[in-house]
């Protein structure tokens, strides 16, 4: 029994960390290549889901909403990119703050205008909602699919960033823009790839999460701040930082839950566990200022 | 300066002591309510501006503070100790360590990592909030009452009003002094070339904590006094990162680096909220799309264009 707990909650951190690394790949590419601090990353977050709640109501059909919600969520963030990001990119990081904190509120109320102030439910399809025999635990096949697909999903995206042109202009810009636009690189047009790029990951984020929450107003600022709290831990900029940093995050997250509230009682290991990643923070700091894979810029 | 810089500057003084004094005569209930709110969050912003415009530090977790300051005067008061003189010191004393912690902390980094790591510390209090079992949780909850300053009652409006006004004017005299010292040019140095003010002798990182330590020392009075002006507690209201976000929103709507904008900032922002909410429920769309344009569009803040014209 207490074999099997372990390797669900594992199995649990497991996929909570591959969700935050979605996000927190996203926080750390768009700042390693354009230099740009983006709060509203977690509004695709909950945009995503939203959108997938939407199409789903009315198509019932999961693959559509899916990918429905993935071509809207282009759209917007193509169009968000064009109009209030791109004049960001030479700003200093306050005016980003700020700027981007803006697109928060209007994203936070625009849900609501569109689709009301009541959290919107999602089904599960049939084939997901089952469980899955591992070994004695009966997993959830619903997780089990989504930890399969962001594997997949972080496969790809270290094959384009290591292996392809695009890839290299991601990693050249990253070190030095200037010099990439002077070598004929199309600057503009690679932040605005590589925006629509990090605001999928973070709708299919979204999207992924959708049928385990409710989907309401605001669900992206939690993520959000847990993916800064990823990337401040891996390293800023570093895609192995945000991956390690995420899983870093989940398992504590997940076993400090679970264990603080039987070693310090319910009151103070609540309070505790509510904690728990911040101050894995605190202590990544103290030891490395920059993060774990974090390198002085 | 100059003697009509010298004017105008006694002329917006006199017109803000006339603007005062006309609200206690005159304002109602509700004005005096606004005013007051007003005024804390000048406070506030005042704090932001300290670390923002005079150390070029981008706090993203000035909300810890101010909530703070609000927790534990709520917590006093729910277990009988009201006293001003007692109750507020020790509020903005826990708001003045945890600033120190943190500053501590996130000043052994720069730029976007000191943003985030402020950011990130807050959201721990508001997590840790959440937790607190007899503080109503994520629910908040009820003060019993103001405080007494001095055994006297400050649940008077007019009275309430005044001494919000009273204890802003004297944490802005007290900032424009300390920025105008020695104190205020090293950090100014610090910011605009640390390599150069190191060379002078100027440590930046204990000048930074300081200012960091103080600035939240300040935000945690706001917070004691919002506590008093609301006598509602929730972690959604006082510690939620939106408000960090929006102190920094007030002080850019004013001007950065001068203390007295982020007063100004603070008025802006609040009454722009005010009369959006009058007319529509979603009036954080409209106020979103507000800071945006100001921040894509207007490039010094609205008080710099003004400052020019009166030659200040």
Redesign the interface.
């Known amino acids: 029994m207490a074999i099997a707990f372990l390797a669900e909650q594992s199995f649990n951190a497991l996929q909570l960390g591959l969700m935050l690394f979605l996000m927190a790949v996203g926080v750390t590419l768009a700042?390693g290549t354009m230099r740009l601090?983006n709060?509203a990353h977690g509004s695709f977050f909950m945009l995503g889901a939203y959108l997938y709640a939407w199409i789903i109501s009315s198509t019932d059909s999961g693959l559509a909403a899916g990918i429905g919600a993935l071509i809207l969520l282009a759209i917007v963030a193509v169009a968000i990119e064009r109009v209030?990001i791109r004049?960001?990119y030479l700003?200093d990081?306050?005016?980003q703050?700020?700027?981007t904190?803006?697109?928060?509120?209007?994203f936070?109320?625009?849900v609501?205008?569109l689709w009301g102030r009541d959290p919107l439910y999602t089904p599960l399809p049939d084939f997901l909602s089952g469980h899955v025999m591992l070994g004695d635990i009966a997993y959830p096949t619903y997780r089990l699919v989504i930890t399969a697909v962001a594997i997949v999903i972080g496969l790809a995206l270290w094959y384009l960033i290591a292996r392809t042109r695009t890839g290299g202009l991601i990693r050249a810009s990253a070190d030095n823009r200037a010099v990439v636009q002077a070598l004929g690189g199309n600057v503009d047009t690679l932040g605005a790839g590589v925006f629509a790029l990090v605001a999928l990951l973070a709708g299919i984020a979204g999207i992924m999460t959708a049928p385990l929450i409710a989907v309401t107003s605001g669900m992206g600022?939690a993520v959000l701040?847990q993916s800064?709290?990823v990337?401040?831990i891996g390293g800023?900029g570093s895609i192995m930082g945000a991956l390690v940093g995420a899983l870093l995050v989940a398992f504590v997250d997940v076993f400090g839950r679970t264990y603080l509230p039987l070693a310090f009682g319910n009151?103070t290991g609540?309070?505790l566990?509510?904690?728990s990643i911040?101050?894995l923070?605190?202590a990544t700091?103290?030891w490395r200022?920059?993060g774990i894979f974090g390198k002085a810029r | 300066m100059t003697d009509t810089a010298f004017r105008n500057r006694v002329l917006i003084v006199l017109a803000s002591a006339v603007l005062v004094a006309a609200l206690v005569a005159f304002g109602d209930q509700t004005t005096l309510r606004f005013a007051s709110r007003v005024a804390i969050y000048a406070l506030a912003a005042v704090a932001v501006d300290i670390v923002?415009g005079y150390a070029g530090l981008?706090s993203?977790g000035h909300a810890a503070f101010f909530g703070l300051g609000a927790y534990v005067t709520g917590a006093l008061a729910l277990v009988g100790y009201k006293e001003a003189l007692l109750a507020w010191p020790i509020a903005v004393l826990v708001a003045t360590l945890a600033a120190f912690v943190i500053g501590a902390?996130?000043l052994?980094?720069s730029?976007?990592?000191f943003?985030?790591?402020t950011?990130?510390?807050a959201?721990?209090f508001f997590?840790?909030a959440?937790?607190?079992?007899g503080l109503g949780g994520a629910d908040g909850f009820r003060l019993p009452g103001r405080s007494t300053v001095a055994g006297l009652s400050i649940d008077d409006p007019r009275i309430f009003f005044l001494l919000c006004v009273a204890i802003l004017t004297a944490i802005l005299l007290f900032s424009r002094r300390a920025a105008g010292a020695a104190f205020g040019s090293s950090l100014r140095a610090a910011r605009d070339d640390e390599a150069r003010a190191a060379a002078s002798g100027i440590g930046a990182y204990w000048l930074r904590i300081t200012a960091f330590t103080v600035s939240g020392a300040i935000a945690g009075l706001a917070g004691v006094l919002s506590a008093n002006l609301t006598l509602y507690i929730a972690p959604s209201s006082t510690l939620s990162?939106?408000l960090s976000?929006e102190f920094?929103?007030m002080v850019?709507l004013g001007m950065t680096g001068t203390l007295y904008g982020a007063v100004v900032g603070a008025a802006l922002f609040l009454l722009l909220i005010e009369v959006v909410s009058h007319y529509t429920d979603?009036w954080?769309?409209y106020?979103?799309?507000?800071?945006?344009a100001?921040?894509?569009l207007v490039h010094d803040g609205l008080l710099a264009k003004l400052q020019e014209r009166l030659a200040l």
């Open positions: 700042f601090i709060l209030v004049p960001l700003r990081h306050l005016e703050v700020l700027a904190f803006g697109l928060i509120l209007v936070n109320d625009a609501m205008m600022d701040i800064l709290v990337v401040i800023l009151t609540f309070a566990a509510n904690m911040y101050l923070m605190a700091l103290v200022p920059l | 923002l981008v993203m902390l996130a052994r980094t730029g976007v990592y943003i985030m790591i950011l990130a510390f959201q721990m997590y840790g959440n937790a607190v079992p990162w939106h976000a920094l929103v850019i979603y954080a769309f106020v979103g799309i507000a800071v945006i100001r921040v894509l």
